[in-house]
C-alpha cells in the first residue's frame, strides 16, 4: 500500500514536469491534460491545481480559474498562487469586494514569503488597479448623490426665503461650501510627505524603519542596500538588512488615508 | 561615445521613470530658487539653468546644467556637468566637469535632482575666486575621447569651496 501512494506521488510529480513544459511552449490543451492527470493521482497537492488554473487563465476561462483556486487555497490557505488567481477571477466577474480580499491575503502571503520577488509586485498592480476602479466606482456615484442633493437644497432655499433677515445669497454660498467639503475626500490632490517614501516619493506599501527612525519602502531600501551600500540613505549611518523593521504605524496611517483617498491607489 | 552607463542611453527602469515624473511635477509646483528647467519632452536628459546668486561672484551670470540619468535611477547617481561655458571655478574644468562628492562617491538615492542643484549653487556662491581647478589642463586632455565624469577617478578637493 505505502509504496503504491509513493509511486502515484512520483508518476504525478513527473505529470506536472511534463505539463509545466507543455506551458512553456504554449501548448495549453496538453498541459491542462497533463495536470489533470497529476490531480486524479494526487488530489492533495496545491500546485497541480494552481498550475492547472494559470493555464485556464491564460485561456481566459474565468470559471475553471476560480474553480481550481478555490481547491488550491482549501489545501494551502497560504498559496500565494491560488489567492491571486482567485482575486483575479472575481475580479473578472465583477464581484470586486471578495476579489480584492482574496489579493490582500495573495499579497500579505508573498510578503512574507519573498518580500522582494515579481509576484509581489504583480498582484500588488492588481490590487492596486482593482482598488483604483472600486474607488472611481463609488467616488461617481458619491459626487452624483451630492449633486441631487444640493440641487434639492438650492431649490428648497431659493423658494422658502420668507425670512427678510436673511441673504438668501449669502446662504447659497455657505450651502456651496458645505458641499464642498463634503466631497473633498474624492478630489485627488497629493498624497502627504509623510506617507511618501523619500527614495520612490510614492506613497508606501511595505514601510520600513531603519535604527536612524526613518521608513522607506522595503523593496527600494534592499536595493539601496545591494547596490549602493550599507548605510541609511538619508543619515548615512552604517546600515545591514537585519536592522530594517516594518513601520506598521505607517503602515496602518496608510492604509487609513487609501481607505478615504482611494484615487491615491492611481499607477504612474 | 563613452562607455558610460549614461550615454549607452538604456531605457528608464520604470521605478526611474515613476520617480523622475514625480520629481519633475515637484519642480514644477516648488523649483529651488535660481533655477530653471528647460521644458523638454525628454525625462531622461534635463538641461537646467542657473542663475548665480546675487551678492556672490557670479551674480547676474547664467549657465546651463545638463542632467542625464541612467537607467535605474536613482540607485545610481545623475550625469551632471556645464554645458560650455563652464563657471569658472576652482572645482570645474573647462569641459564642464564638477568636482563635487555627491555626484559620485557620495550619492545617496534620497537625494534628487533639486537637491544636487542645491549643492551646486552652494558650492559656487562660497568661491572666492574665479579660477580653475590646477590640474584642468591635464584633466581636460585626458577626458578628451569623451570619457564621463562618472568614470573617474575623483580625488575630492577640500570642503570649504
Not at chain 1, 189 to 202: A, F, G, Q, R
Not at chain 1, 220 to 245: A, M
Not at chain 2, 113 to 135: H, N, Q, T, W, Y
Request: glycine share 4%; proline share 5%.
Amino acid at each position: 500500500m505505502a509504496k503504491g501512494v509513493c509511486s502515484a506521488a512520483v508518476q504525478a510529480e513527473q505529470l506536472k514536469q511534463d505539463g509545466n513544459l507543455y506551458f512553456k511552449k504554449n501548448r495549453l490543451g496538453a498541459a491542462i491534460d497533463a495536470y489533470t492527470e497529476a490531480i486524479t493521482l494526487c488530489p492533495d497537492v496545491p500546485v497541480y491545481w494552481t498550475n492547472r488554473a494559470l493555464c485556464h487563465r491564460k485561456r481566459n476561462d474565468w470559471t475553471r480559474v476560480e474553480e481550481d483556486c478555490r481547491k488550491a487555497v482549501q489545501l494551502d490557505h497560504k498559496s500565494v498562487k491560488g489567492h491571486y488567481m482567485l482575486g483575479l477571477a472575481l475580479i473578472e466577474r465583477e464581484n470586486y469586494s471578495e476579489g480584492i480580499k482574496s489579493l490582500e491575503r495573495a499579497l500579505d502571503h508573498g510578503r512574507g514569503a519573498h518580500p522582494n520577488s515579481y509576484m509581489v509586485e504583480e498582484i500588488w498592480q492588481e490590487l492596486a488597479k482593482a482598488k483604483y476602479q472600486e474607488w472611481e466606482r463609488h467616488s461617481t456615484k458619491r459626487n452624483w448623490d451630492l449633486h441631487k442633493l444640493q440641487e434639492s437644497c438650492e431649490m428648497a432655499l431659493k423658494e422658502h426665503h420668507v425670512d427678510g433677515d436673511v441673504d438668501v445669497n449669502e446662504q447659497l454660498e455657505a450651502l456651496k461650501l458645505v458641499f464642498e467639503k463634503a466631497a473633498e475626500a474624492d478630489v485627488p490632490t497629493e498624497v502627504p510627505d509623510y506617507l511618501c517614501c523619500k527614495i520612490t516619493l510614492d506613497i508606501f506599501r511595505d514601510p520600513v524603519i531603519t535604527p536612524s527612525g526613518l521608513t522607506y519602502e522595503r523593496a527600494v531600501i534592499l536595493d539601496h542596500l545591494e547596490k549602493v551600500g550599507k548605510f541609511d540613505p538619508i543619515t548615512r549611518e552604517s546600515l545591514v538588512q537585519s536592522q530594517l523593521v516594518p513601520n506598521m504605524a505607517i503602515k496602518e496611517a496608510v492604509g487609513a488615508f487609501l481607505e478615504k483617498h482611494g484615487w491615491a491607489y492611481k499607477m504612474d | 561615445m563613452t562607455g558610460s552607463s549614461v550615454s549607452s542611453r538604456k531605457v528608464l527602469s520604470k521605478i526611474a521613470t515613476n520617480r523622475l515624473q514625480k520629481e519633475l511635477t515637484e519642480w514644477q509646483i516648488n523649483p529651488p530658487s535660481g533655477f530653471t528647467h528647460r521644458v523638454t519632452d525628454n525625462l531622461q536628459r534635463w538641461v537646467i539653468e542657473v542663475n548665480g546668486a546675487q551678492g556672490t561672484i557670479y551674480a547676474n551670470e547664467k549657465y546651463q546644467l545638463q542632467v542625464d540619468f541612467p537607467e535605474n535611477y536613482p540607485m545610481e547617481a545623475p550625469q551632471v556637468i556645464f554645458l560650455h561655458p563652464a563657471p569658472l571655478h576652482p572645482h570645474i574644468y573647462s569641459n564642464g566637469h564638477i568636482c563635487l562628492d555627491i555626484l559620485y562617491d557620495s550619492w545617496s538615492p534620497a537625494m534628487t535632482v533639486g537637491s544636487i542643484c542645491i549643492s551646486i549653487l552652494s558650492m559656487l556662491s562660497s568661491s572666492p575666486a574665479k579660477e580653475r581647478p590646477e590640474d584642468n589642463d591635464r584633466y581636460v586632455k585626458n577626458c578628451r575621447n569623451g570619457r564621463s565624469p562618472k568614470e573617474t577617478r575623483w580625488w575630492f578637493h577640500d570642503d570649504k569651496v
